[in-house]
């Protein structure tokens, strides 16, 4: 059993850069990873960027390369898009979710527990 919530949100303007965080409790200790995946209306959810509890490694989707950052507070259990140079193609609804495995997954079906979600929207 794990809980997700997300916070940081928001509206902000193309170029603007915003800060999204996941709290995680419960069994967070059987969970390897946390991934950041977003949907926007009408659109499949998509892969962001993942990382790794134990030892900070990252993937990210080409989308947002050099854009966003993932990183992790192992001690609060949370984890963190920051996310620069936003674009109104970034709109969408972003989701963390918890991995199981060791390595770094990409794939929405290879994550287990889910937060509720949160808005970012960026307008041009």
């Known amino acids: 059993q794990v809980q997700l919530v997300e916070s940081g949100g928001g509206l902000v303007q193309a170029g603007g850069s915003l800060r999204l965080s996941c709290a995680a409790s419960g069994r967070t200790f059987s969970s390897y990873g946390m991934g950041w995946f977003r949907q926007a209306p009408g659109k499949e959810r998509e892969f962001v960027a993942t990382?790794?509890?134990?030892?900070?490694?990252?993937a990210y989707a080409d989308s947002v390369k050099g854009r966003f950052t993932i990183s992790r507070d192992n001690a609060k259990n949370t984890v963190y898009l920051q996310m620069n140079n936003l674009k109104p193609g970034d709109t969408a609804v972003y989701y963390c979710a918890t991995t199981g495995w060791k390595y770094l997954p990409v794939s929405e079906s290879e994550y287990d527990y889910w937060g509720q979600g949160t808005q970012v929207t960026v307008s041009s």
């Open positions: 990382i790794r509890w134990s030892d900070g490694s990252t």
